[in-house]
């Protein structure tokens, strides 16, 4: 299936659910957040997002900012 | 005297707001942070990837201690501003959010109507809103209605490194709210400038530009945060009512008179 990470279009292998995305991304334990098509997801609820073609993932962490 | 400022139940110990943006190496932003020691330090999130930019630049200042502000800077909407802010809250561990919504992209002026909506929706999600704003006196009437303990009127345009375009505006604010914490967010150039916001009566300064790409910029964090201190310190001491005429400094009384005839 299609899923989409900070608007790069990707392919995974169903089932997956969120810690599989962020684990194949190699960002588990990183320093970040994760919104799961527009909602923002809280770390312990990775492994309960299931996903499905066609969702929109989009990862962010810290950056330099004023 | 005191430097300290509280802002709910922190205490910070500096009166400077340091961004971290457009240092000339990860090396300066680190000593420009531990030379001025401020209050806190801004941040941004953005596209996190394989590379982990995001997890060294953490690194730098994960170490140092200092109390993180999260912004929403290059957010154009209320819904882009309030998701960044949640996914701020996720990584920092925090409920401030320095939410910033831009409404003109020249002079990078915030968007009013925008800001006053997605500090409702902030506030009622349970953020402490550090709104970056203009001096517009209504709009901060409107954002304290809210329910915002903090204002922060821009100098001047982002990096512009102008100073002060509007005092009287800045200085009405600081007489009209004088329970609020009122901080003036962009456009600080010199530390003279950020003297003279303090010798106001404002709590804090928050500058990036001005430090980041100065020539040493260490030595100006340093600079900034001595002029921070002696305006704050003006101020507390009772800065003299300017006269229109001379009033002589040296008493009068018992002087000699050497050429009396």
Redo the contacts between chains.
Sequence with gaps: MNVTI??QPKAFDAPLNLYDVLAQ???IG??????HN?N????GDYTQIFIEDGDAI????????? | MSQSLSIGDTILQSRLFLGTAGYPSPDALRQSIETSNPGLITVSLRRESKAGKGQDFWNILKGLGVPVLPNTAGCHSPDEAITTAEMAREIFETNWIKLEIIGDDYTLQPDPYGLLDATQKLIDKGFEVFPYMTDDLVLAEKLTALGCNILMPWGAPIGSGRGLNNPYALKLLRDRFPDKTLVVDAGIGAPSHAAAVMEMGYDAVLLNTAVAKSGDPAAMASAFAKSIAAGREAYLSGIITPQESASASTPLIDKPIWHQK
């Design positions: 900070n608007g991304e190699e960002l990183m320093m970040i957040a994760v919104a527009g923002v997801i809280p770390k989009e990862i962010v962490a810290p950056m330099q900012g004023g």
